[in-house]
């Protein structure tokens, strides 16, 4: 006899019934039981840049919101591939981000050869935090008072000068290539593992141009140890109203601004990801972190992770373009 048939069939049924209702709130578990512990966020630069700021002005709120510290850890080196690959390697449970960003999602699969990883398959994207203007600035020594007389100044002094960037593929050193693609200057690229050690060395005159987010510039600009020259976006920027575009000064359609955005390892449940991005959305409403975009003139992003999927995809897109024309190489 079948020791089952002697198991009243109601009994049966509710328990069939328990079993699937188990099954359906596994989902809803694993998101309600996430965050565990504190949340590493990788930055692939060292501090002192743009990418640090927005991380650290995110991750602020997401600790108060999560009820668990987001912490940013900076992991610098080799164009971004150290802090990338270590990642990719994380267990997928929303428990490590990284900060992604122009150079290591849309730059490097198309500089680099080698690299230990595949952007598009091994990461998830969740949400687009900022878009920051890209500034073109110059030592206050240089004899150059403004962006005309710097390409003029460059080109009769060719290979003489050299600019500094957080390192290769930085949103810095892709927007310096690009200026010199459209303008024909030949100035010697020196890139540093950082935004901070590199304008350490701009200040002393050790380089002589940068490009930059402005929250890593402004202070210096005030001050009058750097000069703007040009900002990389379409329209002139409310902090430096004075300061024209690249493209009103003769080279049209040219654009060029810094992104950051969070991505997961790969195999991250869906519904973390689809938490992470609505509390990074949060984040991003919040007076704190509204105020400090503001003042840098960066726009928030927050939207959902196949938005921020398409838009690494056009961006993906136009760099391997540029990378292609200007020979974009690391050093």
């Known amino acids: ?12 049924l509710l328990a069939a019934g328990a079993a699937g209702f188990g099954l359906a709130l596994q ?20 501090p002192g840049g743009t990418s640090e700021i927005v991380a650290r002005s995110v991750a602020a709120e997401l600790s108060k919101q999560l009820g668990q510290n987001v912490y940013v850890e900076n992991k610098p080196g080799g164009a971004g591939i150290v802090a990338m690959a270590d990642v990719a390697r994380a267990a997928p449970d929303g428990h490590t981000l990284i900060l992604g960003h122009v150079g290591t999602l849309a730059v490097n699969p198309y500089m680099l050869k080698n690299q230990p990883y595949d952007v598009n398959k091994d990461f998830i994207p969740v949400t687009l935090l ?9 030592h206050a020594d240089v004899p ?15 290979g003489q000068l050299n600019y500094g960037s957080a390192g290769n593929a930085s949103a810095g050193h892709l927007a310096m290539e690009y200026l010199k693609l459209v303008t024909g200057m030949f100035i010697t690229h020196i890139p540093y593992r950082g935004t901070g050690p590199q304008l350490t060395d701009l200040l002393a005159g050790r380089t002589q141009a940068s490009s930059a987010g402005l929250p890593a510039l402004s202070a210096h600009i005030k001050s009058g140890k750097l000069r703007a020259i ?13 300061v024209p575009t690249v493209a009103e000064m003769g080279y049209k359609d040219f654009e ?13 449940p869906p519904e973390i990801v689809k938490r992470l991005q609505e509390e990074s959305l949060r984040a991003l409403k919040s007076s704190t972190v509204t105020e400090r975009f503001a003042n840098d003139n960066a726009v928030g992003g927050g939207g959902p992770p196949a938005e921020f999927a398409a838009f690494i995809a056009r961006e993906q897109k136009i760099w391997s373009d540029i990378v292609l024309r200007a020979q974009i190489k690391a050093d």
């Not at 976006?233 to 902090?239: L, N, P, V």
Request: proline content about 12%; hydrophobic content about 40%.
């Open 27 to 46: 989902p809803v578990q694993a998101q309600s039981t996430w965050p565990s512990r504190p949340i590493r966020f990788v930055v692939p630069f060292a």
């Open 230 to 242: 040009a900002v990389g976006t379409q329209q002139r920027i409310s902090q430096l109203p004075e």
């Open 256 to 268: 060029t601004s810094q992104w950051y955005g969070i991505l997961t390892p790969a195999g991250t």
């Open 130 to 138: 900022a878009k920051v203007p890209n500034v073109f600035v110059v």
């Open 144 to 158: 150059a008072k403004n962006f005309r007389e710097f390409v003029a100044y460059v080109k009769k002094h060719p």
């Open 1 to 12: 006899m079948n020791p089952t048939s002697l198991i009243p069939r109601r009994q049966l």
